[in-house]
């Protein structure tokens, strides 16, 4: 019985409650965003004298400004630089590690899981000044590898931890018959391992996806060059301390949160078939 079944057989005023908190969740977390689109289209004074009213003439010129006075091109193309090699190098380098771990029997196994399982615990903010005293020595301030670096140390032990719990539950047997035909370790990981992962390598690509692209404090703090900048630093340009362009803020934020509603509504079929199928597999 599937959890609509339950909740057709439920009782009247459950049912009703249930609903009535779906629907008030659902108000609560889409209003904002419906806000926040009509008032981008409004301008700062009106958006100052007239906070929750629907704009009087809709116009897209705080768009424009936004984008020209913003140079928001340059930040957009960099998140998308920074997102996508941080992603893909993520989503390998997890696998990898998930398949020496699972599959491969030695001393250091519980060693390095634990060391993965520790760093879920370490925060951005706890480390952030050694982190910036050894990118200095390094000479990896203000370059895009000293960005992509932290984002995907960062994003790894959580990664990791989602692809063992898959690879733990591919058949050694169908390994052991790779190994018998002569292939190489390198060879079963291409040819097999990353192969069968594909549920759970969709779900670790959306997550690393979501978090890089709001990633905020090391692009802020690693770079002082707009051209280096991402979108969530450049929106914060439009937000000063004496005087605060709201319409291009508002606009700038709709830019940044776009790419993201399409990215999940084209792939959160394949969110929730990784995590049935693949991150909470045993």
């Known amino acids: 019985m599937n959890d609509r079944t339950r909740l057709k057989k439920a009782p009247l005023g459950w049912r009703i409650s249930a609903y009535a908190i779906m629907l008030l969740f659902t108000?609560?977390?889409?209003?904002?965003l419906v806000w926040l689109g009509y008032?981008?289209?409004?301008?700062?004074?009106?958006?100052?004298?007239?906070p929750l009213a629907l704009p009087q003439a809709p116009?897209?010129?705080n768009y424009v400004r936004a984008w020209t006075m913003g140079k928001l091109g340059v930040s957009l193309g960099n998140s998308l630089i920074y997102t996508g090699v941080a992603t893909v190098a993520t989503l390998f380098l997890a696998l990898g590690a998930a398949f020496g771990l699972?599959?491969?029997?030695?001393?250091?196994?519980?060693?390095?899981?634990?060391?993965?399982?520790?760093?879920?615990?370490?925060t951005v903010h706890a480390v952030i000044i050694p982190l910036f005293l050894v990118e200095v020595k390094a000479g990896l301030i203000n370059t895009r590898l000293g960005v992509i670096l932290p984002y995907i140390a960062f994003d790894l032990p959580m990664s990791v931890l989602i692809a063992l719990s898959f690879v733990k539950g591919i058949p050694d047997a169908i390994i052991e018959s790779a190994e018998i035909d002569g292939a190489k370790y390198r060879q079963i990981f291409?040819?097999?391992?990353?192969?069968?992962?594909?549920?759970?390598?969709?779900?670790?690509?959306?997550?690393?996806f979501l978090r890089h692209w709001n990633e905020f404090m090391f692009v802020f703090i690693f770079t002082t060059k707009s051209a280096l900048k991402s979108l969530p630093v450049a929106i914060t340009?439009?937000?000063?301390?004496?005087?605060?362009?709201?319409g291009l803020q508002?606009?700038?934020?709709?830019?940044?949160?776009?790419?993201?509603?399409?990215?999940?509504?084209?792939?959160?079929?394949?969110?929730?078939?990784?995590?049935?199928?693949?991150a909470l597999k045993e």
């Not at 108000?27 to 904002?32: A, E, K, Q, S």
């Not at 008032?39 to 007239?50: F, G, Q």
């Not at 340009?237 to 709201?246: D, L």
């Open 237 to 246: 340009q439009f937000a000063g301390r004496q005087n605060i362009e709201y």
């Open 190 to 208: 291409w040819s097999l391992i990353v192969p069968l992962s594909t549920p759970v390598a969709a779900t670790m690509a959306i997550l690393s």
């Open 59 to 61: 116009s897209f010129d």
């Open 250 to 278: 508002y606009a700038s934020l709709v830019i940044g949160i776009l790419p993201m509603i399409i990215f999940y509504v084209l792939f959160h079929a394949q969110l929730v078939k990784g995590f049935g199928e693949g």
């Open 39 to 50: 008032s981008s289209l409004k301008p700062n004074a009106e958006i100052v004298l007239h």
């Open 102 to 122: 699972a599959k491969f029997a030695f001393k250091s196994v519980k060693f390095f899981t634990w060391a993965f399982t520790i760093g879920l615990m370490l």
């Open 27 to 32: 108000v609560i977390t889409v209003f904002p």
